[in-house]
């Protein structure tokens, strides 16, 4: 039996050439020394990582899944440029001892995307896509951020117009950052309270807003300088407001406020879980978050949701008709 992990820890201590050296040697090893073995050379992979970058924004991908599935691809066609099997087997037990769960599907994910853009290219990748691992999408646990903080950053007395109104899109709505910040002028309906974004896969949408949220987007565009976007940088040269520097202000704000922070992502959650805990309709709350379907919201927030799980279980627990029929005793129970 071949011990991984002693495997792993000595390709790991080798140089980069040396470690194609090694994958060359066991491809040698394991190939069948019959005549008639017919499987396709190995190809080099490098001349369609753009083109693929590319068919990824074309095709509606957000820039942060564009970043997100680069990295990996990246990482293995330099390390590889002409991936093999034994290659691709040898890439991802090194990389599954250094990464969590989560990550190791992303990074699958992300190398099925690239391989089958190859392979629509006529590039010979099947035995590559054939022996990618298989990974199941973890749970992941949403964390929205408290109510009671976003409150606690909301009444702050020195909180500009641009970040009042932005936070209020966020509360009132739950969209993504990067949608909010894409708006243009041309997408507000202020007279119907009603905002339409562009959400993933180029999908669009047009999402109910608040009174009190228009109030702030008007504070916002009397105060905020002229521009095609609703949120324009304030930096010369830059075109919209960055969704790192708006977090970066987020933390610096719960940091003024005395709170634990929380990110412009978490005020999703929030909108969402306490849209639940509320009794909102599952599938107008899956509209106005952009999913494609009700049931991602119900996986989503109805398995982590512990409140709207402990409300509905105290509503409709078959106990409530099964006491009512007797009556129930007084004082402690008898053996206590």
């Keep these: 039996m071949v011990d991984f992990n002693a495997f792993a820890d000595l390709f790991n201590s080798l140089g980069p050439k040396d470690q194609r050296v090694l994958s060359t040697i066991l491809q040698t090893l394991a190939e069948p ?51 093999t099997v034994i290659d691709l087997d040898t890439w991802f037990t090194l990389v599954r001892g250094r990464c969590s769960d989560w990550r190791l599907y992303t990074h699958v994910g992300a190398i099925r995307s690239f391989l089958k853009y190859c392979l629509r290219r006529e ?30 950053v909301l009444s702050y007395r020195k909180l500009k117009p641009r970040t009042r109104a932005l936070l209020m899109i966020l509360v009132d709505s739950g969209p993504r950052l990067g949608e909010v910040l894409q708006l243009r002028r041309t997408d507000l309906d202020l007279r119907h309270r009603q905002i339409t974004i562009m959400g993933k896969g ?78 909102a309709n599952i599938s107008a709350i899956s509209e106005i978050l952009g999913h494609s379907s009700p049931g991602i919201t119900l996986n989503i927030y109805h398995h982590t949701n512990t409140a709207y799980n402990r409300r509905e279980h105290r509503l409709h627990t078959p106990l409530n008709k099964i006491l009512k029929k007797e009556k129930r005793p007084r004082g402690r129970p008898r053996g206590s």
């Design 33 to 83: 020394r019959d005549e008639g073995d017919t499987r396709p050379p190995a190809v080099g992979l490098a001349q369609f990582y753009e083109p693929w970058r590319n068919d990824l924004a074309n095709s509606g991908r957000s820039p942060l899944t564009i970043k997100v599935y680069s990295l990996p691809v990246r990482a293995l066609i330099e390390q590889f440029p002409a991936p």
């Design 123 to 152: 590039c010979p990748v099947k035995p590559l896509l054939s022996a990618l691992p298989s990974a199941h999408q973890p749970k992941k646990r949403r964390s929205p951020a408290p109510v009671e903080d976003v409150q606690r």
């Design 202 to 279: 180029r999908r669009q949408r047009t999402i109910p807003i608040s009174l009190e949220t228009v109030e702030a987007i008007q504070s916002h565009l009397a105060t905020c300088r002229r521009s095609t976007y609703l949120f324009p940088s304030t930096h010369p040269g830059g075109f919209i407001w960055d969704s790192g520097s708006v977090n970066r202000h987020l933390r610096h704000l719960c940091e003024i406020r005395g709170i634990t922070p929380f990110t412009a992502h978490q005020i999703r959650h929030t909108f969402t879980t306490e849209s639940i805990n509320n009794g």
